[in-house]
């Protein structure tokens, strides 16, 4: 398995700001991954990213709303910026380790006022 | 383009009771399937991943089955607790990468 820890755990952000979120792994991981779960909803991902190199975003994601850094193989950040309340969510991070199991972080709680 | 159906949306069952959640998928070409388990505000926690070459896996009261042929998995819950209740996921990799589709969840509960 993998030992994910992101920071921080939940936060409360006015409407116009932005916030870094972080994700650190007790290993070397190539790829890491950053979902977003609306309310009620399942998880979507928001891109993909590689150490060295920019991030990979999905469709309806962009980088200038969802900046992400990848400054080694365990650990990444992502920023919501410029953040309104649809933007209130729960922001988990994941890596793929042997035999392509996906282990998630416990999640940042987001919300925006 | 790959999507993920799971029946039911909401369960409510009595403590003790034997239980199967159901999950679908449109394109059988998987290379494995995995089930999380998520409690309210909180990560997700991978139970059970199958291999495209496996048939069922097991973790004490879990079995987790997967038929790709007919694009379907089922999570066989035995002797049902309390502390069972929380949602379940399923999701498979779209081929070709290692990004996961979800299901939209099964949420879960065992009443004492």
């Known amino acids: 398995s993998a030992v994910i820890s992101q920071k921080p755990s939940r936060d409360i952000c006015q409407r116009g700001t932005s916030l870094t979120i972080q994700c650190q792994v007790d290993?070397?991981?190539?790829?890491m991954f950053w979902y977003r779960q609306q309310p009620g909803q399942s998880l979507t991902l928001i891109a993909t990213?590689?150490?060295?190199?920019?991030?990979?975003?999905e469709s309806g994601f962009v980088i200038d709303k969802f900046p992400i850094s990848r400054p080694n193989l365990t650990f990444s950040t992502l920023t919501v910026s410029n953040m309104s309340p649809e933007d209130s969510s729960i922001y988990l991070c994941?890596?793929?380790?042997?035999?392509?199991?996906?282990?998630f972080g416990p999640g940042t709680r987001l919300t925006v006022l | 383009k790959q999507e993920v159906t799971q029946i039911p949306a909401a369960l409510s069952v009595p403590e003790g009771e034997n239980l199967v959640l159901n999950c679908s998928f449109t394109?059988?070409?998987?290379?494995?399937l995995q089930w999380f388990r998520q409690d309210p505000g909180k990560g997700l926690t991978s139970l059970l991943l199958?291999?495209?070459?496996?048939r069922e896996q097991t973790s004490g009261r879990l079995n987790a089955s997967l038929d790709k042929s007919s694009g379907r998995s089922t999570l066989y819950i035995a002797a049902s607790q309390p502390g069972d209740s929380a949602t379940y996921l399923c999701a498979v990799p779209i081929q070709g990468a290692q990004k996961l589709v979800f299901g939209q969840g099964t949420r879960l509960t065992i009443n004492p």
């Open positions: 994941s890596v793929d380790r042997m035999v392509n199991e996906q282990f």
């Open positions: 394109d059988s070409a998987i290379y494995n």
């Open positions: 199958i291999q495209s070459s496996q």
């Open positions: 990213a590689n150490q060295g190199s920019e991030a990979t975003y």
């Open positions: 290993s070397q991981v190539t790829m």
